[in-house]
């Protein structure tokens, strides 16, 4: 059964506006919500977001082996996939959307096998993936350097994705992922 679809990418490269936008296009979606240790943005909420949760609650999901992963994506800060939240989408006979760093990433893909499709999402380039963290205007200077001194990194593991979308321009970056998922859900 085709249970799952994840994107991952580094920060600022896109994926949560092609989240959004697919969303609103395919019904069967849902979205497992993660829970992060770090504040909420201006905007986000809680069980909306993420599951925003203080770092005692977080390792007290740990002790629990609430995660299917959890990752610390940025020192401090840890993002991690609620197996709760699976079985809560599965129940529903949707297809569960992640969005998620690039090690969580292939760490969902190892568990769902041919069941998920693995998407990674390629800026441009490193300066325009700069450009959009700084435009976004949701992060400190600490927190955009501290993203995109993973990203080189990242950028690295998109061969161990099934398919890589290149985030130049949005509409075209929207529609070739939607054509991937078309042929992955009928296949
Ligand atoms: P991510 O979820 O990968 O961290 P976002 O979806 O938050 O990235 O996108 C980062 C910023 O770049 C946002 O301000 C978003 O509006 C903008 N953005 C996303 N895709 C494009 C694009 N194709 N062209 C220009 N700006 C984009
Ligand atoms: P942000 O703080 O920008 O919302 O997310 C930072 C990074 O954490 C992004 O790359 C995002 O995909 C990743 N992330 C969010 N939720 C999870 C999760 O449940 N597991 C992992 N491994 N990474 C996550």
């Given at each position: 059964m085709k249970s799952a679809i994840l994107f991952s990418a580094?920060?600022?490269?896109?994926k949560t506006t092609i989240i959004k936008r697919l969303m609103q296009y395919f019904d069967c979606f849902e979205f497992s919500i993660s829970a992060t240790s770090r504040m909420p943005r201006t905007g986000e909420r809680d069980g909306v977001d993420y599951y925003f949760l203080t770092p005692e609650a977080f390792d007290e999901k740990v002790r629990q082996d609430a995660f299917l992963e959890w990752e610390e994506?940025?020192?401090g800060t840890r993002y991690g996939t609620l197996k709760s939240e699976i079985d809560r989408i599965c129940n529903m006979g949707k297809v569960v959307i992640f969005d998620v760093d690039v090690n969580g990433g292939i760490n969902i893909k190892k568990y769902f096998g041919d069941d998920a499709l693995a998407i990674f999402v390629m800026p441009p380039s490193i300066e325009v993936l700069e450009q959009r963290l700084r435009q976004r205007g949701t992060e400190s200077e600490e927190s955009i350097l501290k993203r995109l001194g993973r990203s080189a990194n990242e950028l690295?593991?998109?061969?161990?994705?099934d398919v890589t979308i290149v985030n130049d321009d949005l509409d075209r970056a929207v529609d070739q992922t939607r054509q991937v998922i078309e042929q992955f859900l009928s296949a």
């Open positions: 580094p920060s600022g490269s896109g994506v940025y020192a690295k593991e998109a061969p161990k994705f």
